[in-house]
């Protein structure tokens, strides 16, 4: 039984705005399992984006993701504003868990709150 007919798709790669190595802009390294062929665009998210949609699924999806899960899901919320994208279906794959960054600046800002919240 099939449930869902591909019809067409569209790969996108996320990068930091700040590297551009993915696009080609810059030299550097990339992963030997990335084909950038495959890739039809590379959508660029600042680390300040990405952390603070990281902290965002955290706090109101209860996703624990790191750094560069934020960075997919903000790159799909901005193919999901594209007006050619109205109505459609954007899948985002998350790479990274948040459990090495609690101690670190992603989540800084929320153990701060929890410590004073008992301190207090």
Known sequence: MRLYKRTSHYVV????A????????N???????????LLDEVVKVTNGEA???ARRLALEEGLLVGISSGAAAAA????GRR??????LISVIFPSFGERYIPTVLFHSLYEEVRNMEQG
């Open 51 to 53: 952390v603070e949609m």
């Open 13 to 16: 790669g996320v990068e930091p």
């Open 27 to 37: 030299s550097g390294y990339v992963p030997n399992i990335l084909d950038v062929k």
């Open 18 to 25: 700040e590297r551009n190595v993915i696009s080609g802009e």
């Open 76 to 79: 799909a919320i901005s193919l």
């Open 83 to 88: 007006p050619e994208n109205a109505g459609k």
